[in-house]
């Protein structure tokens, strides 16, 4: 029984030390789980299996969601902000529960208190450094915000500096070790969490269209991976999620880059959608106006020699956008899951099914955003390794909050440079 139960353990990839830890912390006992699912649908699912009620659940509340991500879209930038805050906060609220509960953390003084004042610290810092950056024609208006623009960082890092020797009074003698691992718990979970829901915020920035684009393509995949894995799946793909199969897999992948470049094509042609998300100081609200950059103008592109005998074309009109969209579908298909894999060896590790029992048949909200951050990061890094340049209205900005002397020595140093390369002649005789 002994040689039995220590190959079980090994098969979950517990070690010594993880015994020794449970031991310490008080154990890691599951947390209960129980069936959320609303009365009204176990009455009318009551007849089905378990299989088929589950994908009935599923996919009755995945269409809900659906409905209410278009209508937050339809209420524009600053609600999808707010709804990114609200996530964000909630998956934070899930994580550090999970720890709290896992580790039996009741009695450690100031845990809870601290880790939600390092989330407001963090956030502050993030949301600053947005607020300056992307209004700073407000900002400079007012006297009180112009003054916290200027020394954000120094007051950013006073805060976090006073929950830092917060924690350290806190130590208590018999709780040390739980201590530090805790305080590690909620940095991870911070670095994880409002570092990547400030990524989304700036993405949604550069448009809505990459906001909403890379969002769909994971949800598709999700959607799509789970549709073929249901009917057609036979092969399992990593033991870390058991019901994932390759056909899923692979079914999920050709789905999301056709879904991608079908709504790129459709998105391209609003200027709601393409534009960057701008602040409109006269009317104080967001606007979303501008001619569109090249990306989204339709484009002729020759068809390679190999593939014009099968599709009977020479050339191919499309949006410039379409071709990025293949690499965010190809991601959100190919890397997007290993994401969610990593949420289920989370949730493995600790012997628990969901984050928690938010969304009935879906688990947390953690369960269903742990792809989308690792999206979030790749579409940041992509746009501004690929995609973004020097920005002319935020050059002006600046450069009309120098001093009368500062901004005459840039004037003539840019007026000799243009003198220099003949374009000044040009110009003033157009």
Not at 5 to 23: F, I, Q, R, V
Not at 153 to 163: D, H, K
Request: charge should be neutral.
């Amino acid at each position: 029984n002994l040689q039995e139960s220590e190959s079980e353990n090994k098969l979950d990839g517990e070690t010594a030390s993880d015994s020794e830890s449970k031991s310490e912390f008080g154990g890691s006992a599951p947390v209960p789980t129980s069936d959320d699912t609303p009365e009204v649908l176990n009455r009318a699912l009551s007849n089905l299996s378990s299989r088929w009620k589950n994908w009935w659940v599923r996919g009755i509340l995945t269409l809900a969601m659906i409905t209410f991500f278009f209508i937050i879209i339809y209420l524009g930038p600053m609600v999808l902000m707010t709804i990114v805050m609200c996530v964000q906060i909630k998956c934070f609220h899930e994580i550090i529960t999970i720890g709290y509960n896992v580790y039996h953390s009741y009695d450690l003084p100031w845990f809870r208190t601290l880790s939600w004042y390092f989330l407001l610290c963090v956030n502050y810092f993030f949301y600053g450094e947005t607020v300056t950056d992307y209004f700073f024609t407000l900002v400079q208006r007012e006297e009180p915000l112009r003054i916290l623009s200027k020394y954000h960082r120094f007051i950013s890092f006073a805060l976090y500096l006073t929950g830092f020797c917060m924690f350290v009074l806190s130590l208590v003698k018999k709780h040390y070790r739980l201590q530090f691992y805790m305080f590690g718990w909620t940095h991870v979970t911070l670095l994880i969490v409002v570092t990547q829901s400030h990524l989304i915020i700036h993405n949604l920035f550069e448009g809505m269209i990459w906001f909403i684009v890379p969002i769909s393509c994971v949800i598709c995949n999700d959607i799509m991976a789970y549709m073929f894995g249901f009917f057609f799946g036979r092969t399992p793909l990593i033991k870390l999620s058991p019901k994932k199969t390759w056909e899923g897999f692979i079914g999920g992948f050709f789905a999301t880059v056709l879904f991608g470049l079908l709504l790129s094509y459709i998105m391209s042609g609003y200027r709601c959608f393409t534009c960057p998300v701008e602040f409109n100081n006269d009317t104080n609200s967001f606007t979303v106006d501008c001619e569109p950059s090249e990306l989204f103008q339709l484009q002729e592109y020759n068809i390679p020699l190999v593939l014009q005998s099968v599709v009977g074309w020479k050339t191919l009109r499309m949006y410039p956008f379409q071709i990025h969209s293949i690499a965010l579908s190809t991601f959100a298909s190919l890397i997007g899951p290993f994401g969610g894999f990593f949420a289920s060896g989370f949730k493995r590790a600790f012997k628990i099914k969901d984050f928690a029992n938010t969304i009935p048949g879906h688990g947390g909200i953690m369960d269903r955003f742990d792809c989308q951050y690792l999206m979030a990061t790749f579409v940041n890094v992509y746009i501004a390794s690929f995609i973004r340049g020097p920005n002319p209205s935020k050059l002006i900005q600046q450069f009309l909050t120098l001093r009368p002397d500062q901004q005459l020595h840039i004037f003539n140093t840019l007026k000799a440079h243009l003198v220099d390369k003949g374009m000044l002649g040009s110009l003033e005789e157009a």
